[in-house]
C-alpha cells in the first residue's frame, strides 16, 4: 500500500519539487547515499559520510533536538514512481529501500538512523522533506551546489548568546560561561572591560569575540569540569 502525503508542488527553474512532511522512519527507508566518485549512477553528486558528524548529530537528536530545515531527496526507482493528485495535492509513494537519493542532509539522515536504534519512537517523528524524480547528474549537481557554494556557518558568538532564550538553565555550561563573559565585558574594574565582541556590537568594539571567552570556559563549568573542584 502506498503512503499518501499533503503535499505543495513548486518549481525552481525547470524543476518539479514536491514539498511535504514525512516520517523519519519513511525516509529512512527509501533514501541512500550516491557519493560522487564511488558510484557512476546518474544524481551521483554527494560526499562520503564523515561519521564523527553523525556521531554529533545522533547525540543532537538525542537530546530532544528538531530538524526545521528541509531534507532533498531524487527519486531514481523508475520501477515505482511516485503519483501525484493534482485535484487533491496528494503525493503516493511505496516505502521501498534504494529509492530516493539523498541529496542534501545524508548526515542528519544517518544521525537520525543512529539515534533511533537507542529511542526508537524518533522514527514516528516528521521532518520536512523537498522531493524531485529522475534528475540528472548535472541537475542534481546545480542543486548540490546551489545548496553548498554559499553556504556559511553561523557565527558562534550568535549561537552561544542566543543559547539562553532556548535553555533556561543557569547551570547549563554555556550560559555560566555567557555570564562571565558578560560580567568581564560589563564590570568596569574587569580587566576585560569593553574587550569582548558580543552580537550587535558596533564595529570597532571588542577586541575577543564572546565566542572564544565562551568556548575557553565551557567545558570547565560542566558538572565534572575543573571549577566544580573548586566549589
Not at 3 to 16: A, I, N
Not at 149 to 176: M, W, Y
Amino acid at each position: 500500500m502506498d503512503s499518501q502525503y499533503k503535499c505543495l508542488v513548486t518549481h525552481f527553474g525547470g524543476t518539479q519539487v514536491y514539498t511535504f512532511s514525512m516520517r523519519v522512519s519513511d525516509i529512512i527507508a527509501i533514501s541512500y547515499v550516491a557519493a560522487r566518485g564511488k558510484s557512476n549512477e546518474d544524481g551521483a553528486v554527494q560526499r562520503i559520510l564523515n561519521t564523527r558528524r553523525v556521531t554529533d548529530i545522533k547525540n543532537f537528536v538525542l537530546e530532544g533536538n528538531e530538524f526545521f530545515n528541509t531534507f532533498i531527496i531524487n527519486w531514481t526507482n523508475t520501477d515505482i514512481l511516485p503519483g501525484f493528485d493534482p485535484a487533491t495535492g496528494i503525493l503516493s509513494i511505496k516505502i521501498k529501500p534504494l529509492s530516493a537519493q539523498i541529496l542534501d542532509g545524508q548526515h542528519r539522515i544517518k544521525g537520525l538512523e543512529a539515534a533511533i536504534t537507542e529511542k526508537p519512537d524518533i522514527g514516528q517523528r516528521q521532518i520536512l522533506v523537498s522531493m524531485c524524480i529522475g534528475l540528472s547528474t548535472k541537475e542534481a549537481a546545480q542543486i548540490f551546489l546551489n545548496i553548498n557554494t554559499e553556504q556559511k556557518p553561523v557565527p558562534k558568538s550568535l549561537i552561544f548568546d542566543l543559547f539562553g532564550e532556548v535553555v533556561n538553565d543557569q547551570e547549563h555550561a554555556i550560559n555560566r560561561s555567557k555570564d562571565i563573559a558578560t560580567e568581564l565585558n560589563e564590570n568596569p574594574e574587569s580587566p576585560y572591560y569593553r574587550y569582548i565582541k558580543f552580537p550587535g556590537s558596533p564595529r570597532g568594539q571588542g577586541l575577543i569575540d564572546l565566542s572564544t571567552v565562551v568556548s575557553s570556559l565551557k567545558d570547565s563549568l560542566k558538572p565534572d569540569g575543573i571549577f566544580s573542584t573548586l566549589i
